[in-house]
DNA sequence: CCTTCTAAGTTTAGTGCTAAAGTCTTCGAG
DNA sequence: CTCGAAGACTTTAGCACTAAACTTAGAAGG
């Protein structure tokens, strides 16, 4: 076989984030549900439900992200930085420490990352006039440009994909995520994997 | 600098999924959406916050995974392959090829895999006495143990972490979800990033 | 000033991945 | 029966990432 035929575009460029298609055979949420409770009886079925789907939603939707933003030339990876450079406002600049810090990279990918990116002419690299250690990214008006391609795409792709919720049901929805959210974000695992609250 | 003390244990090793951890001064949720509307008008928050709050929670968890599974000494890539064995059912065996469709990654990553984690004694891999081409790909003992340990980790956290949930809220969370799901897995992005149904 | 320390980035080595080419077995047609 | 084609991995080349070493600018102390 000269190349892998039906892994065509399932397999896409690498991008920062969880890009994994299962295959067609993967078994459907409710048999994996009922295998897992085969071969481990004190699974709550309720409680994987809702980490299951969670994770599957998050994978589909992130192969659908880096499809849509591939259409446009860029990366997955690259879409990120620019999201991080227009939410830190105009004029839209960070240093690499701190989009590594944000984007949760090493400075080294960072710094590799930008390089690809300003020889792209989304962003520019120049060091700090004022402190000559520091080096300032700053989004460009093509990257700015990509950025709100990207975005309407990616709000086009979102309202579809809440197209069979109500007003309510999205409320609801959205008020259950962030209580879970931030169950997540103030608290660590312990040792044993526990959460324990911080505050 | 020596070595980067304060990247310490927020970076992982090499994960199958997203684990990215965003550093401390990323943007709460709701100045995420409030910059975001700034910068992009037609942006609906109502389902800026159930997108954001999903990718967000579902890099938090990947993160935690990785941590606890460290703990028992396999990273997150093995115990996604020691899930799909489990969940293929006794006697637990795949081909390479069945299990690189199954993660979504490509038969020759399966390959590498496949190498480390027979070397760690998690699974064997022989060719079938039936068919020499094919490859079969089986779960030790010990395989099966590291999983149960595994699972029972990922069990108490995911319980945790839906503590401040009602029977009631979990059951409208997961049904919310499942129907999000349904509506990724049964319908493809069009051209224009647009679902459009199969069915 | 002139070290020494520290912070911010970059460079180097090694890992795990994708894409594409290669190998080996089996199957099917002449 | 033999040859060609297809299937199921494996190998090779190249890329993005982490960990750790290195570089350089500014800060702190004598």
């Known amino acids: ?6 892994w065509g575009r399932a397999i896409l460029p690498a991008m920062s984030e969880s890009t994994e298609e299962p295959g067609p055979s993967e078994p459907s949420l409710d048999e994996q549900i009922a295998a897992y409770q085969r071969e481990f009886r004190d699974l709550d079925p309720q409680v994987e439900q809702v980490v299951s789907a969670l994770g599957r939603l998050n994978r589909r939707m ?7 933003v591939a259409a446009l030339g860029i990366s997955n990876a690259e879409w990120e930085v620019l999201k991080t450079l227009v939410l830190a406002g105009a004029p839209y600049r960070l240093g690499p420490g701190e989009l ?9 990918a960072m710094t590799h990352r930008i ?3 300003a020889g792209e002419g989304l962003v520019t ?4 006039e004022n402190n000559r250690v520091r080096v300032i990214v700053e989004l460009t008006d093509e990257g700015r440009t990509k950025w709100l391609e990207a975005m309407r795409m990616a709000s086009d792709f979102e309202e579809d994909l809440l ?5 309510d049901e999205r409320g609801v929805l959205g008020e259950l995520l962030v209580r879970l959210l931030r169950r997540v974000e103030h ?3 312990d040792a044993g994997g526990r ?3 911080l505050d």
Do not use: E, H, I, W
Request: no cysteine.
């Open 187 to 189: 608290a660590q695992p």
């Open 100 to 108: 590594a810090k944000r984007l949760g990279l090493t400075p080294a």
């Open 125 to 128: 690299r120049d060091r700090d």
């Open 62 to 68: 992130n192969v659908a992200y880096g499809r849509q």
């Open 195 to 197: 959460l324990t609250d």
């Open 115 to 117: 390089d690809r990116m």
């Open 1 to 6: 076989m000269k190349d892998f035929r039906g």
């Open 163 to 167: 197209q069979d919720l109500s007003g």
